[in-house]
Structures are given as structure tokens and as C-alpha cells.
């Protein structure tokens, strides 16, 4: 199993924005081999930003690899850059290989 994570930190005031901007998503991810479950999690905020994290389970890195150079990855992503101010810098990624 491979956990992929990204980061997020956003303006104070646009939580409720951010999570709809997600919920309106078309990810596609049904769709993809070796996709399992995904979720969004919000964390704590304080004045300067709120922490987000998208969490997706995968059967495998490859499964996740083939995922990020496919055609539904550029479809779920082609609107990234619309949300000016709602980022406070891009996401960061952390890829985890369950162990146990």
C-alpha cells in the first residue's frame, strides 16, 4: 500500500472556499487502477494559515506514478491555478510505503 499527501496551507477565511473548490473536483479517481480511497483533512489554523491535506490510498507507487502521468491527472489538476489568495504557496508532497 502507498499514501500520498499534499500540504496545503490557506488563507485564514477561505477554508470553506478551499474545501468546496475540492468538493466540486471532478478527480476522476474511481476510475484509475490501484486507486483505493482518498480524503481531505483539515488541521489547525491559526492567523497566518489553516493546514489541509489531501490523503489518497493507492495498492502500489506504481499504481500512484501511472496515476500522476496520466490524462486524468492533467484533467483533475488543469484548474489549479484559478484560486489566486486561496494558497499560501504551493502543496507540499509526502509519499508514504505502508510497512506493517
Same mark, same amino acid.
Given at each position: ?7 496545503? $496551507? ?40 489553516? !493546514?489541509? !491535506? ?14 500522476? $502521468? ?13 484560486? $489566486? ?16
Amino acid at each position: 500500500m502507498f499514501i500520498a499527501m499534499n500540504r496545503f $496551507r490557506i488563507a485564514p477565511g477561505r477554508e470553506a472556499e478551499f474545501i468546496e473548490v475540492w468538493r466540486q473536483r471532478d478527480s476522476r479517481l474511481a476510475e484509475v487502477p490501484g486507486f483505493q480511497r482518498f480524503n481531505l483533512l483539515q488541521g489547525p489554523g491559526d492567523a497566518q494559515a489553516t !493546514v489541509f !491535506v489531501s490523503h489518497s490510498t493507492w495498492e502500489s507507487a506504481a499504481a500512484f506514478e501511472a496515476w500522476t $502521468r496520466s490524462e486524468s491527472f492533467r484533467a483533475a489538476h488543469a484548474s489549479a491555478g484559478q484560486q $489566486r489568495g486561496l494558497y499560501l504557496g504551493p502543496p507540499q508532497f509526502e509519499g508514504f510505503e505502508a510497512v506493517l
